[in-house]
Structure formats: C-alpha cells, structure tokens
C-alpha cells in the first residue's frame, strides 16, 4: 500500500530527502507522494521513512493504493533493479 499525504501537511520539506525512491515531491500546494514509486520503504527499511521524520503526522497509508509486502517487493525490484536472493534486505 502507498501513503498518502493529507492537507495537514506544513511544507516542512523533511520528508522529501527521506525518501529512498524519490516518491515525494513538491505538488501545487502540498507535498505529494508517487503510488507508483512508494514501497513503504520496503527493501530499504524496516518502517516508512518519511512516516519517522513528519512532525505533523499527516502521512497515512492510502486505502486506495492497496497492494501486499509481495508487490512492494516487486515494485521495489522494478525501481531499483534485480537484489542477490541472499541480499539481507530480503
Ligand atoms: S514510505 Fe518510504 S517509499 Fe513511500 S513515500 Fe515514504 S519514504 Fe518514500
Ligand atoms: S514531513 Fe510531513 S509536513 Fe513536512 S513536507 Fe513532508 S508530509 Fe509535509
């Protein structure tokens, strides 16, 4: 499942540099985060980066985006390129 950013957000820009797929990015008003780019940091971390920096909380998972650990290992695969089966990020 993809996040989301919600109208709360306060254009803090932290989240951006967080993230390891270039998923968030400056849109008209707020920050916006690429479905087709984010992982929940799967294949990366443990837990959704931007989620740990954002003072504000406005990050929820986005219900509209739903897939399983399995397609957020697939997608992260598609973005960064095949990983060793004994990668420890596996
Ligand atoms: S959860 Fe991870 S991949 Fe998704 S937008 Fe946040 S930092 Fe980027
Ligand atoms: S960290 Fe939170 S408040 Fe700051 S730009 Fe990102 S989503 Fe918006």
Request: glycine share 4%; aromatic share 4%; with cysteine.
């Given at each position: 499942?993809?996040?989301?950013?919600t109208?709360?957000?306060?254009n803090?820009?932290?989240?951006?540099?967080?993230?390891?797929?270039?998923?968030?990015?400056?849109?008209?008003?707020?920050?916006?985060?690429?479905p087709?780019?984010?992982?929940?940091?799967?294949?990366?971390?443990?837990?959704?980066?931007?989620?740990?920096?954002?003072?504000?909380?406005?990050?929820?998972?986005?219900?509209?985006h739903?897939?399983?650990?399995?397609?957020l290992?697939?997608?992260?695969?598609?973005?960064?390129?095949?990983?060793?089966?004994?990668?420890?990020?596996?």
């Amino acid at each position: 499942m993809a996040l989301i950013i919600t109208d709360e957000c306060i254009n803090c820009d932290v989240c951006e540099p967080e993230c390891p797929n270039e998923a968030i990015h400056l849109g008209l008003e707020i920050y916006e985060i690429d479905p087709t780019r984010c992982t929940e940091c799967v294949g990366h971390f443990d837990e959704p980066q931007c989620v740990q920096v954002c003072p504000v909380a406005c990050i929820p998972l986005d219900p509209r985006h739903v897939e399983s650990r399995e397609t957020l290992w697939q997608k992260y695969q598609r973005l960064q390129g095949p990983v060793p089966a004994d990668s420890p990020t596996r």
